[in-house]
Structures are given as C-alpha cells and as structure tokens.
C-alpha cells in the first residue's frame, strides 16, 4: 500500500503478511576496524529509473527534520565517500550520492551529522559566464596574454596534450590590473564555458558545505567541458598555514581544493585559473600546483595614455583634457582606477556642476577625491 505526502509515495506501514521489507538494515556490523562518522554529507542525485507517478527533484522543507529522519533510516549502514545511499521509504527507492564522509567508510551512529545539500550548481553563487570582451581589449599585459596561448591551444585541442595538458594556473597582481578582464577575453574568443566564482562564495555555513561546494563546482564544469574555473580571490579560501588558527575550516577546504586539482577524478577539459593579490598569502600546497605563475603590472605611460584615449571615445560629455599632465598624475594606477576613481569621478563631478565639458578641474577634483596630489608628479621623469 502506498500513501501519496508531499507529491510523493511512501511506503505504507500496513505490511501483508510475508511481503519483504525494503528497509531492513544489517542485523549485525562489524565495527572492530571502523570508526563511527562524525560527518555525512549527502546530496540528492535522483531515482535509479523513470517512474511517471514522480519528480526527478525533492525539496526538503526542514533540514533539521530531514537528518533525523536519515540518520533513523540510515542507522549502522557503512558510508563510503562516492558511494550512495537509498531512501528505500520511498517508490522508487531515491538516492544521495555521498559527497563526504568523515572518516571515510565509517559507520552512521545516532551522532553523525548529516548534512544534505539541497542546492543546485546553477543556483549558486557559480555563474556561467558569456562576455563580448576580447583579448584587443586589454591593454598592455602583454606577457599574460602570450603565455595563456597554452591554454587556447589545449582547449582547442585537448586530446593532443595527452599528459601535458595544463590543468592549473595562478594570475597575480594588484586589483584592476585585469586579471577577470582577460579570462573573459580568452573564454569568449574559445566560446568555452566560464565558473567565474568569488572565493569567499564557496565557504558554507556548516562543516562539509565546502567540500560540497567545490566537488559540485568541478563535476558541474566537467559536464560542460571545454571548460574553465576562474577563482578569484583565491587566497581567501586557501590560506597560508600560519594565517589557518583565524578560520577552523582552511583545513577542509584546502584538501577538497587540492583534491579537484590534482585531478584525483579526472576534469579532462577543464582548466582552473585561480587569481590573488597577495600569492604569499595563499597555502603552499595549493601554491604548488599551479604549473604556472602569470604576473600583472601595473600600465606604464603609454599604456595609461592608451587607456585613457580608449575611455575618452565613449564618454558622454566633450572634454578639454591635458592627457599627458593626466598620464603623469595616475602614475601607480590601475586602468580600473583610471576609469572609475579618476574618468568617471570627473564626468560626475562635471555633470553635478551643469557643465556641458569636462575639464582639467573636473580632473584635479577626482584627483583629490582619489589622494592622488598634483605635487606627487613634480620633477618626476618614466
């Protein structure tokens, strides 16, 4: 007999007699050699056939609810990480596959946590990303730009790399030198699949939500291989061991991180680009596997001269500019702060103040706005 809850059937507790009870657990565990699980993490991937009467998905209303629900079904039963277990209260019996398992093949005691992960990739804060950058946009950064041409070639082409293929590279730099701007460039002109993903986005709430997070990640981009993984902020979620005592979960997240890049499961295809501002920041065995480190300096005078020129053709006022005085004073900026903290502060200050023209004043006032003083340049020689 079955009883239609939630838009699904569930088996009745009416049994016939001599019918087989699907949701008979072991009668007896060895457990000299095993360890009771501290931690079950579990995600749901679906029933083991079509069956009309069903949704492919479940919604869990109540996670509480639902681990004590589990932990009762899935009591004394060993888990092993890849591995699945069923719900056999339900027509068909539906499975979770086990993300992790702590320790692995251990038992499911009335202790584990079991932690279940409800979203999907597509729901995260892991955003497919399609962009009309191309890589003449970028100025300068020219030895970035010739040394990614390993990565074209490989994604064009992936079975000719055999085990040569580049798996994992590190871009570092000082903020809006363009290291986004340039992996949007490159995934666009390949027409390749972009994860573009702050770090911080894939630190949970709980133990294991991690791990989760980044196993999810990589299956997800091997799905649509040619693929890649562009991690910004990386030291974030990889730190340095000495700075590991200010978040207890460094550990967790640098083994799954190095886990997926070291290709234990293999993401053929699929290449991950981690990005920092500060590479001694970050842990020294994730530092490790990058193959290649690729700095971005900062523009000198005739790339800041370029990418003023460059801006200045769709700015929406007229200008009466001194771009050589204006080269001089953003000495030490980036062409994000070029544009944003000096361009786009005159053009507000210009309008704000009804004029129809920007102006060096304009200028001189996004310069101060920005502690950028004109004395700063005096005498100075590039």
């Known amino acids: 007999m ?24 072991p009668s007896k ?28 998905d479940i919604e869990i209303k109540n996670t509480k609810l639902f681990e004590e629900y589990a932990r009762d079904q899935w009591l004394g039963l060993v888990v092993k990480e890849k591995s699945h277990l069923f719900d056999q209260k339900i027509i068909p019996d539906y499975g979770f596959e086990i993300v992790t398992a702590k320790p692995d093949n251990s038992i499911i005691s009335d202790n584990t946590e079991i932690k279940i992960i409800t979203d999907k990739i597509d729901n995260n804060p892991v955003n497919k990303v399609k962009s009309n950058i191309v890589l ?9 730009k010739s040394k990614i041409k390993v990565i074209a070639k490989y994604l064009e082409d992936p079975e000719s790399f055999g085990p040569w293929a580049p798996k994992n590279i590190l871009f570092y730099g000082l903020p809006g030198t363009g290291k986004t701007m340039l992996v949007k460039a490159l995934s666009n002109e390949l027409d390749t699949q972009l994860y573009l993903i702050k770090a911080t986005s894939l630190i949970g709430e709980h133990v294991g939500d991690a791990s989760s997070k980044i196993h999810e990640l990589y299956k997800k981009a091997s799905e649509n291989a040619p693929a890649i993984i562009f991690i910004d902020e990386i030291d974030a979620i990889a730190l340095h061991r ?33 990005a920092t501002n500060n590479p001694s920041s970050l842990d020294l065995a994730v530092r490790s596997r990058f193959e290649q480190e690729i700095e971005f300096k900062l523009p000198d005078y005739e790339e800041r001269l370029l990418i003023l020129e460059n801006n200045l053709e769709t700015m929406p006022l007229d200008y009466d500019l001194d771009l050589e005085k204006i080269v001089k004073l953003t000495k030490g900026l980036s062409g994000r702060d070029i544009k944003e ?30 502690k950028i003083k004109n004395i700063d340049v005096k005498g100075m020689f590039e």
């Open 29 to 56: 565990i060895e457990t000299d050699n095993k360890n009771y699980a501290e931690l079950v993490v579990i995600r749901p991937v679906g029933y083991p056939f079509d069956f009309a009467l069903m949704d492919e």
């Open 341 to 370: 903290k000096i361009l786009k502060t005159a053009l507000h200050n210009a309008i704000s103040s009804d004029s129809e023209i920007i102006t060096m004043t304009n200028i001189d006032y996004s310069l101060k706005s920005s």
């Open 136 to 144: 003449s946009d970028i100025v300068g950064q020219e030895t970035a």
């Open 242 to 274: 000495s700075f590991q005592s200010l978040r207890g979960d460094v550990s967790e997240i640098v083994n799954s991180l190095l886990t997926e890049m070291d290709g234990i499961e293999e993401n053929e295809s699929v290449i991950t680009i981690g």
């Open 2 to 25: 079955y009883t239609k809850f939630g838009g699904d059937y569930l088996k009745s507790d009416n049994k016939q007699v001599g019918m087989k009870t699907t949701n008979q657990k």
